[in-house]
């Protein structure tokens, strides 16, 4: 199970502080072992068992599942380059701006999901009430949404529905990213969706710009380091790319013209790299991209958040007024059935 953003937070930063004072890899995750958190513990401790026979950290980190791509990356090329207390110092900051990010969006979020949760019990509640009522001599419930669904039946159903196709999602995509192929696929499908593809795109920007800035002042080659930023992301649609992008540049094609055939970075990023290329300074401009993407993230989720609650509330408004046009349609039915022929 992947370590929460504060454990992830709390583990860069105690990285930062004891390689800073000179402790070694090794006493640094024999404390964490002893003496870490609960979530962090096993982890180091796995991780010290390791590095303790010899392993390097990046392959440690790398059989942990625990670890985000991102982190393993930067930490490899933090340990080539005797760079780790800098890296963990910009990951702790990352994780810090990634962590505000999620807070400020689950806050946003929290009272459109509690309306949307709120409005299902209820309508089912009005499903299952509302179907104890006959509407004529037969004794027939009535039906609120006209979809044929009365009574405890009808409410089990549309209860079932609603809930089961999100459960059903969810572990679908849930399966579908256990392979880099299905993950790529999933992220390449969240890209295009309206609102959510912007902010998506956003996050995997700001990893991507962190990540080619350590890549790019460290001395590796570009391909390398392009291969390396790419994966780091956390986005298959990215990391399905890493290849391809590498491979040209190594063919002697400028990076930016290598991001391009993804077709997932902006044109104006594309822009941007180039100068950066000509000029030689893409480490400072990544750094400059990297805090556009988080503060354009930020922006986005709050976006998302919007219309999310507006969604939400639409479709709780239309269904309710939808089950009060057929109620009043029904009763308007039934008088002119009692009138007789000539109804009203």
């Not at 790398?62 to 990356?73: H, Q, R």
């Amino acid at each position: 199970m992947p370590l929460s953003q504060t454990a992830l937070i709390e583990l860069c930063r105690v990285m930062r502080h004891y390689l800073g004072a000179g402790l070694t890899v090794v006493d640094v995750f024999r404390k964490q072992a002893n003496e870490g958190n609960a979530e962090i513990r096993p982890v180091a401790t796995r991780i010290y068992a390791a590095v303790s026979q010899g392993s390097s950290l990046g392959a440690a980190l790398e059989a942990e599942t625990a670890i985000p791509p991102l982190m393993v990356s930067l930490i490899k090329v933090g340990e080539q380059t005797g760079m780790l207390p800098e890296v963990c110092a910009d990951l702790e900051r990352f994780y810090l701006k990634q962590r505000e990010l999620w807070r400020r969006f689950l806050a946003g979020i929290a009272w459109p999901v509690f309306q949307f949760v709120i409005a299902t019990l209820v309508l089912t509640g009005l499903i299952w009430f509302l179907g104890q009522i006959p509407i004529n001599a037969n004794g027939t419930g009535f039906d609120p949404l006209g979809l044929g669904l009365i009574g405890s039946t009808g409410a089990l159903i549309f209860f079932t529905a609603i809930w089961g196709t999100i459960a059903g999602l969810w572990f679908a995509v849930r399966l579908a990213r256990r392979s880099l192929a299905g993950q790529a696929w999933v992220d390449r499908v969240l890209l295009k969706l309206p609102a959510i593809g912007p902010c998506v795109q956003a996050l995997a920007m700001a990893r991507f710009c962190l990540a080619l800035r350590l890549t790019a002042d460290s001395g590796m080659s570009i391909g390398r380091a392009l291969r390396l930023s790419l994966r780091a992301t956390s986005n298959g649609a990215f990391a399905e790319a890493a290849k391809e992008a590498s491979a040209t540049v190594k063919r002697g094609d400028e990076v930016h013209t290598a991001l391009s055939g993804s077709g997932l970075f902006p044109s104006e990023f594309l822009h941007i790299l180039s100068v950066a290329e000509e000029s030689g300074t893409i480490p400072e401009v990544m750094r400059h991209q990297g805090d556009h993407y988080t503060d354009e993230a930020s922006r986005r989720m709050t976006f998302l958040t919007v219309i999310a609650a507006g969604g939400i509330w639409l479709f709780v408004a239309g269904t309710i007024v939808l089950a009060i046009i057929r109620l009043y349609a029904s009763y308007l039915g039934n008088i002119d059935a009692a009138l007789g022929p000539g109804g009203l």
